[in-house]
């Protein structure tokens, strides 16, 4: 399908991978962003048009007597561009965000308590009333809505965190700088249970071209975005320390009380966000391109390379505050040795489980044995 392409945006994580995908595949690419943030690994074939993407007039100016195969989308004010766009590109693909399912914002404001696992694209989305939610949320469900009300066969990618190099907030940076500063021990709310979908750089580039390369529209839709598996908070923080040599020993505080670690959760809430990509897997061929293991090993090792400025540092909401961290684990520490000899007095006999566990023929054979007797002989 190559022609000419149009990409709103393109300067940010994700964009130069678009933009070399779409050169690879034999695009005439146009970039229109603002010039502020170059990117040297942009091919010197692509046409940049300096401008502002917020602003309709400069839209006008630069686009009103072109015409596209494709565009995407990544940047400016959807809503508005995809009306300035309309019947002009044969293809529109946009991004959006994750945010538009209904309560992933505030989990625990829905009925049942949390997001239903997994949040597929079918379910329901935000209200655009701002008197019922936060008004940014209302408006990024707008702008889907507007999308589709103008390009009725339309891609829309809803993102979740993005994270690689060149991101914009390095949430790894709070596993990261522990491991620089040879910290033994870190707090993680609930061990480290919860769960978050998010979506490499490039497997997220990935995703929007693999919309490009659909032959026909039949496949149009709003599609999740993320890395095809979720790794727990717990694995999350294994698999930065370990590709940096360095092993922590967890802290598991009950989340009410691990106040002190809640930026780990970028949420600053103990509810599971996890995203499928069943759609996008069986409805455009999408595949990771990159592992999660190695990315975020690879999103390591950039960062300490290219460690944040204190200001993107203190964005996460961390303090990195050690002293604070010490005396909490010591009194809790301190509260769960006070409370083991009640909690053993109390714990359950359950087998279901147990008994497939990699000991327990070893251990319990002979009581078990001794049971299933007594149960015959009944």
């Known amino acids: 399908m190559a022609g000419r392409a ?9 964009g130069p991978y678009v933009v070399r995908g779409l050169v690879e ?7 229109l962003h603002s010039g502020r943030h170059e990117d040297d690994s942009i091919p010197a074939s692509v046409e ?71 949040a597929r ?62 910290r033994a021990r870190i707090i993680l709310p609930d061990g480290g249970a919860a769960l978050q979908s998010t979506a490499y750089s490039e497997n997220a580039a990935h995703a929007i071209l693999c919309a490009v390369d659909q032959r026909n529209d039949d496949r149009c839709g709003i599609y999740n ?12 923080v294994t698999l930065l320390a370990d ?7 967890i802290v598991d505080v009950p989340f009410a009380l691990a106040s002190i670690a809640w ?15 069943d759609k996008a897997i069986y409805g455009l061929g999408y595949r990771d391109v990159v592992q999660v293991e190695d990315a975020l090993a690879r999103t390591a090792r950039w960062l300490v390379d290219n460690p944040p400025n204190a200001a993107d540092s203190i964005a996460t909401g961390d303090r990195f505050d050690y002293a604070g961290e010490d005396r909490l684990i010591a009194e809790w520490e301190r509260a769960v040795a006070q409370l083991s000899p009640l909690a053993t007095s109390l714990r359950a006999t359950g087998t279901l489980g147990d008994r497939y566990k990699p000991d327990f023929d070893v251990a319990t054979q002979g009581s078990w044995a001794l049971l299933s007797r007594v149960a015959q002989a009944r």
């Not at 149009?6 to 994700?14: A, F």
């Not at 602003?55 to 989308?73: K, M, P, S, T, Y």
Request: charged fraction near 25%.
């Open 225 to 236: 975005v993320c890395d095809e598996w979720t790794p727990t908070l717990r694995q999350w």
């Open 121 to 182: 694209e079918s379910g329901l989305k935000e209200s655009t009333d701002p008197r019922e939610v936060n008004s940014k949320v209302a408006k990024i469900v707008q702008s889907e809505e507007a999308v589709f009300a103008s390009h009725p066969h339309a891609f829309h990618f809803r993102f979740p965190v993005i994270y690689g190099p060149r991101q914009l907030l390095a949430r790894e940076w709070m596993v990261v700088r522990r491991v620089l500063d040879k």
């Open 48 to 118: 940049h048009i300096h401008t502002d993407a917020f602003d309709r007039a400069c839209l006008d100016r630069e686009l009103a007597h072109r015409g596209f195969d494709v565009a995407i989308v990544m940047y400016g004010r959807l809503r508005e561009i995809a009306q300035l766009l309309r019947g002009r590109v044969r293809r529109f693909i946009s991004v959006g965000g994750c945010i538009a399912h209904r309560g992933f914002a505030d989990p625990g404001s829905l009925p049942l308590g949390g997001l239903r696992v997994p």
């Open 263 to 277: 930026p780990l959760t970028t949420w600053n809430d103990p509810f599971h966000r996890v995203l499928p990509m």
């Open 25 to 31: 595949r034999g695009f005439a690419v146009a970039m």
């Open 243 to 249: 590709a940096l040599g360095h092993r922590f020993r």
């Open 6 to 14: 149009l990409v709103i945006g393109g300067t940010g994580p994700t």
